[in-house]
């Protein structure tokens, strides 16, 4: 009798990630390849990928958008996310991350894991992602797979379950030893992997290998221990049920190891994806609100429509909306409630994404990672449903901007189609923020970092056409209390006619370590009434958008109301929400103020030739060294440096060695600023 396999269990939704120039793309581009997907290698220092399509992809050699493309492996449909790996973009992965059921994490095989590595699997750890890693670029010099697995599990803190033993090092790297079946795959230049026997050199290896991973599966997961006690071994299908369960619950992850660029290995990648992580089946069902009152939306085609939109993306044949599905069926035509908007939105056209092309769909179920064509209000965050089941799903969180330019165009007459530019690059990428500047009335564009900046700047230049004007970058600065004031009286008092205001507030304001900001009540006897107090809270947060050293936000205080009085007529919330904006301005005036900026964590790789310079321009940006570590002939030096400091670093760093230093940087929060306040 034939069993009938469930649609939703062959698909597998996944990402890669990784830090810049680990091989995120390259992975991507072999894994079209292996499946037939596409039938040429994609190089990305040929900009001949296929998912790095973007002009300025190409141009820059690194990955900017997130791109989605299918492929199918041994049955199974595998949709894929390309992500950006360096810092800047971190929204996009965060987008990503959000409608993904596991992930792929990508290692350089000499450099291990790397900061943007650190900040992308702390990402997929908060939004409960399962992972394999595959430590890429084994035919490199200095390529070690046990320093890199020793890095996972030291900086990472998985238990790294390592399933492979590589055949050879460096360029002599050809193949690897599966250690779950105890065979070994090798591969010749171009060719398929060939499945024989494990050499006999490396025999005694690839059995010790396998018993330290029978012993830590059979210390994490508890069936297989039972068999490991009862035998001394675990059984081939025992072990991969083990891994697959231990991947899906987060107890572990496994390592596959292997060379994108030269073809080696990306098949038992791909036997990885669909052996370990799970499928729409396999994770909890989406859980959303509606009036107030949670509710589940399992992964059935049978059950009410319910889709998240994670990226939307203008082209020159319409608006793309991607749509992650959860639950129900999505057909050509149909009419979707926009959740967010509370709005209807017609579908006109479904399409299967392979990056920059589409394939038409009739319909999309539960599972399925689709484009459509139609949404005119619908943005990155936007939940659709069936209009008469709906259900709002929590959106991505959006990251705060920490750099800004002012940017206006060059011709009097394009000053609308700028307007309508940068709305469109804040409908595409929502970490990018468009203000007006109240005192100056320029337009200010903020995002997550020069680089960032340079992008959509680029974008308006090229896709709009657009002469651009943009001002030097500036970071965000926040203000906050290094000593605070007790027993600061304030009166409102407001007679001009008719009804007057009175308000009459007694604050206390001090420093408040975790940050943010804390807002308390101690009055007594009801002389400040609750509504009342709730007037004053919504006054103090109304005073925390301008600080009294340069107008800039405050953070990192705490406001304890102690005492009041009201009136019997003239008392309201306005008033009280009044004295309490301007007796916490008049306090913050009274307190001594620190002003905080943006600092990052750089991480500096420069020839050790090059050492003494890059620390001494460090040091004149007043960074401090954190770490430095000699590896494969460069030297790898960390320090904490103000953001502000580092603009122009890239151009400075090129020249100090001859154009053969990189760095990184990564935000680490905010530090005390030694400078006076710089005005907005």
């Known amino acids: 009798m034939r069993t009938h396999v469930n649609p939703l269990a062959v698909v597998r939704n996944l990402g890669i990630l990784a830090h810049v120039d680990a091989g995120k793309t390259t992975v991507t581009e072999r894994i079209l390849f292996a499946t037939g997907t596409t039938h040429k290698r994609g190089e990305v220092h040929d900009g001949t990928t296929v998912t790095d399509f973007d002009p300025q992809e190409r141009d820059r050699g690194i990955t900017i958008f997130a791109a989605a493309v299918s492929c199918a492996w041994d049955g199974h449909r595998i949709n894929l996310i390309d992500t950006p790996g360096h810092v800047d973009f971190a929204d996009e992965v965060e987008r990503a991350l ?16 790397e900061p943007q590595s650190e900040s992308v699997w702390r990402q997929a750890d908060r939004h409960g992602v399962p992972r394999i890693a595959f430590v890429n670029k084994m035919d490199r ?6 320093a890199a697995v020793a890095s996972i599990r030291r900086r990472l803190h998985p238990a790294p379950l390592v399933v492979q033993v590589p055949i050879g090092t460096e360029d002599t790297f050809t193949g690897v030893v599966d250690l779950v079946r105890m065979r070994a795959l090798r ?16 025999r005694d290896e690839a059995v010790a290998r396998r018993r330290v991973l029978e012993e830590a599966v059979a210390e994490l997961h508890p069936g297989a221990l039972e068999e490991f006690c009862d035998t001394g071994t675990l059984s081939e299908g025992t072990l991969s049920s083990a891994l697959r369960d231990l991947t899906r619950d987060g107890d572990g992850v496994v390592v596959l190891c292997g060379s994108a660029y030269r073809n080696r290995g990306v098949e038992p990648l791909l036997d990885a994806v669909v052996a370990y992580l799970p499928s729409p089946l396999d994770v909890p069902p989406v859980r959303g609100t509606h009036e107030g009152e949670e509710q589940e939306r399992p992964a059935d085609p049978d059950a009410p429509a319910c889709a998240l939109a994670f990226k939307v993306q203008a082209t020159p044949t319409g608006r793309l909306t991607y749509l992650r599905i959860y639950s129900g069926t999505v057909e050509k035509g149909d009419t979707l409630w926009d959740a967010s908007a509370r709005r209807a939105e017609r579908v006109g056209r479904i399409l299967r994404v392979q990056a920059d092309r589409h394939a038409p769909l009739d319909r999309a179920v539960a599972g399925d990672i689709v484009a459509v064509v139609g949404l005119k209000s619908a943005r990155a965050g936007s939940t659709l449903c069936a209009p008469g089941a709906p259900l709002a799903l929590e959106p991505p969180g959006v990251p705060e901007p920490v750099v800004s330019v002012a940017v206006e165009s060059r011709r009097a007459g394009d000053t609308d189609r700028l307007a309508s530019g940068l709305a469109r690059l804040t409908e595409e990428d929502p970490s990018l923020v468009v203000r007006t500047d109240p005192e100056t009335g320029q337009t200010v564009l903020s995002g997550m970092g020069e680089l960032h900046l340079e992008v959509a700047v680029e974008k308006l230049r090229r896709e709009l056409g657009l002469e651009v ?17 007790s027993g600061l009286v304030f009166r409102h008092v407001k007679q001009d006619g008719g009804a007057g205001q009175f308000a009459h507030v007694v604050l206390d304001v001090e420093p408040y370590e975790e940050g943010g900001f804390e807002f308390r009540s101690v009055v007594v006897g009801g002389r400040v009434p609750q509504e009342y107090v709730r007037a004053v809270e919504s006054g103090c947060r109304d005073a925390l958008t301008e600080g009294p050293l340069g107008g800039h936000p405050v953070t990192g205080l705490r406001v304890t109301l102690t005492d009041g009085a009201t009136h019997v007529k ?23 103020m620190v002003l905080l ?23 004149a940006r007043r960074g401090r060294v954190t770490g430095s570590v000699t590896r494969a002939g460069a030297a790898v030096v960390t320090a ?10 890239a151009t400075r760093l090129r020249s100090r060695t001859q154009g053969r230093g990189t760095f990184t940087a990564r935000p680490t929060g905010y530090a005390p600023a030694p400078v006076a306040a710089p005005t907005r």
């Open 98 to 113: 959000r409608v993904l059921d596991g992930a792929v994490a990508v290692f350089d095989a000499v450099a291990g894991v």
């Open 141 to 146: 010099a200095g390529a070690d797979l046990d």
């Open 187 to 202: 591969w010749a230049d171009g060719g398929d992997p060939e499945d024989t026997a494990v050499p006999d050199g490396l």
């Open 469 to 485: 004007n943009v001002g030097r970058p500036r970071v965000s600065y926040r203000e906050t209390v290094g000593r605070g004031v």
């Open 570 to 592: 003239d008392s309201s919330d306005t008033a009280f929400r009044t004295a309490g904006r301007l007796g916490l301005r008049e306090a913050l005036r009274a307190c001594a």
């Open 597 to 619: 900026e943006p600092v990052v964590e750089v991480t500096v790789t420069v020839p050790e030739d090059a050492v003494g310079g890059v620390l001494g321009d460090l040091a």
């Open 640 to 649: 904490t440096v103000p953001l502000a400091e580092l603009f122009g670093y």
